[in-house]
């Protein structure tokens, strides 16, 4: 479980560290790479920008996508994942304080592999961490990389 990289998609500094805390809490101590806005997780999946020297083959092992997102808002980066042959079957959760059913209705149609609100309470954010880390990190299998 430790080889294999989380990608998570987040512009609120405080919400990654509170990501990072309920995988740090829950043993869970994979890399983590964090990108703060939409083009910075697109550059980082096709290893551009500042991810130019990147194995693009190298594919994190779920993908943490926020929806409300500078440059590139989250529905936006899910679509480019799954119409980019190299990408569409990267695993891709929507963890989100959006309670918007058109938010939940677009995710699943433009292919994300779960939805998940984030808890307001720590403890149940922790929880629910624990959950996607034990599920996306040790129980699923992912799809051979080509």
């Given amino acids: 479980m430790k ?4 990608l998570l998609v987040e512009d609120n500094p405080s ?19 964090v990108a703060e806005d939409g083009r910075e997780a697109l550059d980082y999946l096709s290893g551009a920008g500042q991810y130019a020297s990147r194995d693009v083959r190298d594919f994190p092992a779920v993908v943490l996508l926020d ?11 899910l679509k480019e994942i799954r119409s980019n042959e190299l990408t569409r079957l990267i695993p891709v959760v929507i963890l989100t304080s959006s309670d918007q059913e058109e ?6 149609k433009l292919g994300a592999n ?33």
């Fill in 3 to 6: 080889n294999k990289v989380i």
């Fill in 15 to 33: 919400d990654v560290k509170l990501t990072r805390r309920a995988l740090e809490q829950n043993q869970i101590v994979n890399k983590v790479i």
């Fill in 67 to 77: 929806l409300k997102l500078p440059k590139i808002d989250g529905l936006e980066v």
């Fill in 103 to 108: 938010d939940l209705i677009a995710s699943y």
């Fill in 114 to 146: 779960s939805y998940i609100r984030k808890p307001v309470d720590f403890n149940q954010f922790a929880e629910a961490v624990r959950n996607l880390g034990m599920y996306w990190l040790l129980l699923n299998e992912a799809p051979p990389v080509k």
